[in-house]
């Protein structure tokens, strides 16, 4: 039932139309508060009920206090979901077993439906198998078919089984790319049931953490695991603290030779230095206004890297300018801009809000920088980066310094340090024209000096839209490219998420027969260890015209400042300063190859996808025919003998610890990714299904089988579990096994589970950093682990893990296992949970008893101590007594 306690309904006349909508300034001391805010006080506003949404949350937003600690909880009803295809294919099957269940449970299966437009872009699964030749896109193009048929099959069937639901083809671009492109509104309209026409503002979670690309045109959005996002477009809200906002103002302009990457990667390290986990960052000042649309949603983007939930810019003329660049109707375009100006949500750099924190950036001060070698907030300067990883390097190389190596024709010797993967990558920079033309341009020099790539460097170039590939055609700039081996290699996140294909076999044999300590360099977002490519252990983040510059140079071990790149044809030494274009030259070159049209014509036909695409074999109906046989899409075994009412809390006795883990340990290192091993759980597991070694595909395309997840996860081959001693990979201690011998995580969980034994994990700071990752906590769930006891915890996978039935647990402030003397032989008892069936408190701390064990020193005594428990709002706590945020949500529906 709508409620309208602050009298906002009104109305706005845009031309000839009139939109219902709920005015802010009906609500005293909303001014005050910053852009972010009041979205999501319109939010409240619009949806106000007198249960789930009251007058004093509302209340509450507006006289929010900027110094105070979170504490208030309301309800965020996103306008829409946004998807990828690597979390997109498991959402569509949790959606798909819902209805499974809501037949089980006697109710009707059309209940499962979204009811938010829920878009999902196939992006995540072609991968880099064949590089550096003409034909490359479309060899990929045809090998991502048939790998993925199935999962292509599916999904088509998804589009036409459930209402609101729609699926940008493989091919096409990648997600926060064609979500700023075209699919984000900015402000929203919606036509009711009683014929009015709604606007409010667009807002968005989505299954991938830089969901946050889309705050670089206004619209307040941000990454969510695929379990929330599934409650999400089942019209639940997501339940949250009015967050902290970070102010952060930007003055000065960017000098020359330095790109918006540098810029990001500057922001990300003062911002992760400054601590902003759980808090909003808004962009304000007078030099908001110099900032292009393409930087603000670089900046936007690397959110999940600085920790923030979002990263925002508010509306203004820059965002107006890329939207009719971008091909939004006239229509649209007064509708953004009448509402902006309406609701006081139209950038006023004479106003300043009133912010928790205060930060500055003068980016006059900002200077060429990369980072790395495995985390995106360790920036370098570019004048220091040969020091640095001259000083890095000991840590990494254990084995030769060097091997000779014969490929393609060539011999030479691979070194410690060389460059063995350049990628033009990710959503975070082809999205940007300033650093893809600045890319080109500097091929273009580089080619007309002589200068070429290195034999050993595999290089790919993986735009974000088509968009990119026309401006690089009518620029001029494609065959340039080309020449120094940045051929097209397909339209998706490719070696960012891990998707980089083999090594070619010589390089690849030297590497691990020597175990040399190669690098990649990429223009990502992510740089963590092992994510990348298998025979790469440093990984570096940098521009695009860096990426191309140190495909060049060959290698990490290089000072760009005095080492030349080469020779041109006269025999004069080429530096990098030589070949490095102007702002003035890449703006021309902007200005002439950019244009409306381009985006028009691209996004005319986004969901119709190509021959391909619309030939794949489509089963029809609103149940989907399980195919036991098959190994990509398997019904989930989440709601297996669920009944309506859930089962009382227990508390958690005689646990084992499954994996002991150090500080920043990221949802990469716990979800399965990457490449499948033949001789992993996962790796058996498909063989024993009939499946070659050459269509294991990777573990992302697998994520409908849960049977394939559960034996990836925690098995990430840079994972340190602290029960074992100079071990890597998916491996612990057995301790159901005479000795507690050394065993795969899955082994060892399946032990467990057979003699009824409850699991735990120990962990550090920063648990669960990283990508939305819904499959770290799905993995850890179906693992058999009831708590996880860190000493803090990631935003996002905090709240998966609660979705999945997981109790988040956290030490006693400034205690740690290592300080409490866990040495994880020790057998857990948890006791407290159960006053969750007593009461709708959340109850503050847990009583932990770790007890010495048979595998323990025969000195250890009992320990106990209270955890904190990290269960922050009356939702959690629900889906937390249901066993999971999607047994809740069924629950609901079928009572209903």
């Not at 379990?227 to 103002?249: D, N």
Request: net charge negative; aromatic share 8%; glycine share 10%.
């Amino acid at each position: 039932m709508s409620v309208n306690s602050f009298g906002a309904r009104d109305t706005l006349a845009v031309g000839d139309k009139s939109y219902e909508i709920f005015r802010l300034d009906a609500v005293p001391g909303q001014e005050k508060l910053p852009y972010s805010l009041k979205v999501l006080l319109e939010n409240l506003l619009r949806t106000e009920d007198g249960a789930n949404v009251t007058a004093e949350h509302i209340k509450a937003l507006a006289n929010w206090d900027p110094n105070a600690e979170p504490s208030t909880e309301i309800q965020f009803t996103p306008a829409r979901v946004v998807m990828q295809d690597f979390t997109g294919v498991p959402c569509v099957v949790d959606l798909t077993t819902m209805r499974e269940a809501m037949k089980n449970l006697g109710g009707d299966p059309a209940k499962i439906n979204p009811l938010a437009p829920a878009e999902l872009v196939i992006d995540h699964s072609v991968i880099v198998d064949v590089f550096g030749q003409p034909d490359a896109v479309k060899r990929n193009v045809e090998i991502e078919y048939e790998r993925n048929g199935e999962r292509y099959q599916f999904l088509r069937w998804g589009q036409q089984a459930f209402d609101n639901f729609k699926v940008v083809p493989p091919g096409t671009g990648i997600i926060h790319q064609v979500n700023i492109e075209y699919l984000a509104r900015v402000v929203f309209s919606k036509e009711l049931d009683n014929g009015v026409v709604q606007a409010y503002p667009d807002t968005c979670v989505g299954t991938d953490s830089h969901t946050t690309m889309v705050n670089g045109i206004g619209v307040l959005g941000w990454g969510v695991g695929g379990i929330e996002a599934e409650a999400a477009m089942l019209g639940q809200p997501v339940s949250m603290l009015i967050p902290r906002v970070v102010g952060f103002k930007l003055s000065g302009e960017i000098p020359a030779g330095v790109t918006a990457t540098d810029v990001v990667l500057t922001i990300t390290q003062m911002l992760r230095e400054h601590g902003v986990v759980g808090k909003f960052v808004e962009f304000y000042g007078e030099g908001v206004a110099s900032v292009p649309l393409a930087n603000r949603a670089t900046i936007g983007n690397m959110s999940p890297e600085f920790g923030s939930t979002a990263a925002i810019f508010p509306i203004d003329q820059v965002t107006m300018d890329y939207l009719r660049l971008t091909g939004r109707s006239e229509e649209r375009l007064a509708l953004v801009e009448a509402y902006a100006k309406a609701q006081g949500l139209w950038h006023d750099p004479a106003h300043e809000p009133v912010f928790s924190e205060y930060m500055e950036l003068d980016l006059s001060t900002v200077v060429p920088s990369i980072a790395g070698p495995k985390r995106p907030q360790d920036r370098i300067k570019l004048s220091e980066s040969k020091e640095m990883f001259e000083k890095t390097l000991p840590t990494y190389a254990t084995g030769r310094d060097e091997a000779p190596v014969e490929y393609a024709g060539q011999q030479f010797d691979l070194k410690n340090g060389a460059v063995a993967v350049a990628a033009i990558t990710s959503c975070t920079n082809t999205s940007n024209p300033s650093v893809m033309i600045a890319a080109g341009l500097l091929a273009k020099k580089a080619v007309e000096k002589g200068l070429k790539q290195k034999p050993w460097v595999k290089t790919s170039l993986a735009p974000g839209s088509k968009v990119v590939t026309d401006y690089y055609d009518k620029s001029g700039l494609t065959p340039y490219l080309e020449k120094v081996g940045f051929y097209t290699t397909g339209y998706g996140c490719t070696v960012c998420i891990g998707n980089t294909g083999p090594l070619p076999e010589p390089i690849s044999e030297a590497i691990n027969e020597n175990d040399l300590a190669v690098t990649a360099v990429l223009s990502g977002n992510r740089n963590f260890e092992g994510r990348i490519s298998p025979d790469v252990k440093m990984n570096y983040l940098a521009s695009p015209p860096l990426v191309i510059a140190y495909a060049l140079a060959g290698t990490m071990d290089f000072d760009f400042e005095t080492q030349p790149l080469g020779q041109d044809q006269n025999g004069e030494d080429v530096y990098l300063r030589d070949i490095w274009p102007s702002p003035a030259e890449v703006q021309k070159t902007i200005d002439e190859s950019i244009d409306r049209d381009m985006f028009v014509t691209k996004y005319a036909s986004v969901f119709d996808g190509d021959e391909k695409w619309r030939s794949l074999p489509t089963p029809e109906g609103k149940l989907f025919a399980w195919d036991d046989d098959s190994t990509y899409v398997r019904e989930a075994p989440y709601f297996d003998g669920m009944r309506m009412d859930p089962d009382p809390v227990q508390d958690i006795h005689g646990a084992r610890v499954l994996v002991k883990l150090g500080d920043s340990v990221t949802t990469d290192h716990i979800s399965p990714a990457g490449s499948i091993k033949a001789d992993t759980p996962a790796g058996k597991y498909l063989l024993s299904k009939g499946v070659d070694r050459r269509s294991f595909n990777s573990l992302g395309s697998r994520r409908g089988n849960h049977e394939v997840m559960i034996r990836g996860t925690f098995a990430n081959i840079r994972l340190k579990n602290r029960l074992l001693d100079g071990v890597e990979g998916g491996y612990t201690r057995d301790f159901t096994q005479a000795g507690g011998p050394q065993s795969w995580i899955f082994d060892a969980a399946t032990h467990y589970k057979e003699k009824g034994t409850p699991l735990v994990v120990l962990a550090g700071k920063e648990y669960g950093t990283g990508s939305s990752r819904d499959w770290a906590a799905k993995g850890t769930r179906l693992l058999g682990v009831k708590a996880v006891i860190a000493e803090s915890f990631e935003r996002i996978h905090r709240s998966n893990l609660i979705g999945m039935g997981v109790i988040p647990l956290q030490f006693p402030a400034g205690e740690s296992y290592e300080s409490l003397g866990l040495d994880g032989t020790e057998i857990f008892d948890v006791e407290g949970l159960t006053r969750f069936n007593e009461s709708d408190e959340i109850p503050a701390t847990m009583t932990v008893t770790a007890r010495p064990s048979e595998f323990s020193p025969e000195e250890k005594k009992p320990v106990t101590f209270e955890a904190v428990v990290r269960i922050d709002t009356p939702g959690e706590a629900n889906y937390y007594r249901n066993g999971g945020i999607l047994q809740y949500v069924l629950r609901q529906l079928a009572a209903a």
